[in-house]
């Protein structure tokens, strides 16, 4: 049972374009949610959050939008740069008895076309 | 600054074998956490550790074994591996805490085949 999902497993955009990666997610429960970056041979690294009581967070190129009604969460990238093209996993946090833990999408592929 | 540190990088195993996979964390950090990446699955979260002392299971903990040796190193442990353990596997730490949270950062990963 996939808690969180990432139904597109590439996009392809052209540079200077806008890219946006959607998620979803089916647990009301998590309270916090996150995208990480990932190049090949390397390990992810955190790039945006949000927590479940805002519905936006931007930084740089990159926002993050979150619908808790729709339990769906994107991110933009505008402008899209070949920089960008990497793997990008949705997250989830979930807070259990011991402590918090991170619930993965399968990932997107992003190709950024110069 | 080394951040997480995984070693092995590679590791190549017979089926049966045993073998343990080390990480070390040099922020500080209270929880720590084992994640098996395969394709189209995403990152899949084996064992993790919110604080030193206790360990708590994934969503995929069957077949490993997991020790938090002290705050900075936590081990991951196949017992007797079978191929459908072949994976990437990711260590990664965060400031975590209950009732808190921060993001995780993660290790470069060790590639481990089974044959």
């Known amino acids: 049972d996939q808690q969180v999902k990432q139904n597109s497993p590439s996009l392809s955009v052209q540079e200077g374009r806008i890219s946006i990666l959607n998620c979803d997610y089916t647990?009301?429960?998590?309270?916090?949610f996150l995208w990480y970056k990932k190049y090949p041979a390397e390990g992810p690294t955190f790039l945006i959050s949000i927590s479940s009581i805002k519905d936006k967070n931007e930084d740089g190129r990159f926002t993050v939008f979150l619908n808790k009604s729709a339990k769906h969460l994107s991110l933009h990238i505008v402008p899209s740069q070949p920089g960008d093209s990497a793997v990008y996993f949705c997250?989830?946090?979930?807070?259990?008895?011991?402590?918090?833990?991170?619930?993965f999408g399968a990932g997107t592929i992003l190709r950024v076309k110069s | 600054n080394a951040g997480v540190t995984q070693t092995p990088k590679f590791q190549v195993l017979k089926t049966g074998q045993s073998m343990t996979l080390q990480c070390a964390q040099d922020?500080?950090?209270?929880?720590m956490y084992w994640y098996r990446q395969d394709p189209g699955m995403g990152l899949r979260l084996i064992y993790y550790s919110a604080s030193e002392g206790t360990t708590d299971k994934g969503e995929v903990p069957n077949g490993y074994n997991v020790s938090r040796l002290n705050k900075r190193e936590f081990s991951l442990r196949l017992e007797s591996a079978a191929p459908s353990q072949t994976s990437v596997y990711f260590c990664?730490?965060?400031?975590?805490?209950?009732?808190?949270?921060?993001?995780?950062?993660f290790g470069q990963g060790t590639r481990l085949t089974v044959v």
């Open positions: 647990n009301s429960m998590f309270d916090y």
């Open positions: 922020m500080n950090h209270n929880s």
């Open positions: 997250a989830a946090s979930l807070e259990g008895e011991y402590g918090n833990k991170l619930v």
């Open positions: 990664a730490s965060s400031e975590g805490g209950v009732g808190g949270y921060t993001e995780a950062f």
